[in-house]
């Protein structure tokens, strides 16, 4: 079993959408929880982290992490075109341990 | 802004040659560095972590002795190919954490390193 599954996708979805993308993990351990965002050819962009459990929101951005199910999830609402992009769930232990990541969700969002 | 810069963001060369990737930390003294790998359509693999003035540790799998990381001071960490072939062209990405920062890590925009 992989430490975090993710699925790949794609998910094409039409503007305007509310977009749901989730991960499983296995290690208990983890304790920062977080997205990011990776478009073709850069860097991953940090989107939001969750220590612990909980919800947490940023403009159309909602996170969610449920320990107990070890699961996290990622809402984006009113998506636009403009947040195209492979989404990578990722944890790690404390803020400053690796960090392990998921396979990546490719998004596209259609006009 | 960015935090970490890599540079540079796209080298190619030929194969048997060595290249040096620089990863600096803009607005904080990095304590840890780290170094990942992605090859095209699969996710970030972790190469090896880097802490300031002592030697780095290596994943499972991935070669020391051609994989040479050096962090020398608290801005800036170095990764040299050393005798690069084209299996080892890939997107080389590092990122940067400080132990009491209390943040996630945040990312340089990878280097993407084409051997010919």
């Known amino acids: 079993q992989k430490e975090v599954e993710q699925d790949p996708g794609p998910l094409s979805v039409p503007e305007g959408a509310i977009v749901s993308l989730n991960c499983t993990y296995s290690?208990?351990?983890?304790?920062?929880f977080m997205w990011y965002r990776q478009y073709s050819r850069k860097g991953p962009e940090l989107l939001m982290y969750?220590?612990?459990?909980g919800n947490k929101e940023d403009g159309r951005f909602t996170a969610q992490v449920d320990k107990s199910s070890k699961y996290i999830s990622l809402f984006i609402r009113d998506s636009q075109p403009s947040d195209s992009a492979t989404y990578l769930c990722?944890?790690?232990?404390?803020?400053?341990?690796?960090?392990?990541f998921g396979p990546g969700t490719s998004l596209s969002v259609i006009p | 802004g960015a935090v970490v810069s890599q540079h540079p963001s796209w080298v190619i060369c030929k194969s048997g040659t060595s290249v040096k990737i620089e990863c600096r930390s803009l607005?904080?003294?990095?304590?840890?560095m780290f170094w990942y790998r992605q090859f095209p359509k699969q996710s970030l693999m972790l190469m090896a972590t880097?802490?300031?003035?002592?030697?780095?540790?290596?994943e499972q799998g991935v070669e020391k002795d051609k994989f040479l990381i050096n962090h020398a001071s608290l801005t800036l960490s170095t990764l040299t190919v050393t005798s690069a072939h084209p299996e080892d062209s890939s997107f080389y990405i590092c990122?940067?954490?400080?132990?009491?920062?209390?943040?996630?890590?945040?990312f340089g925009d990878g280097t993407r390193l084409s051997i010919l």
């Open positions: 990122s940067a954490s400080k132990r009491q920062y209390g943040q996630p890590q945040h």
């Open positions: 290690n208990s351990a983890f304790q920062y």
């Open positions: 969750t220590y612990s459990s």
């Open positions: 990722a944890m790690s232990k404390t803020s400053y341990d690796k960090v392990i």
């Open positions: 607005d904080f003294q990095a304590t840890t």
């Open positions: 880097s802490n300031e003035g002592s030697k780095a540790t290596y």
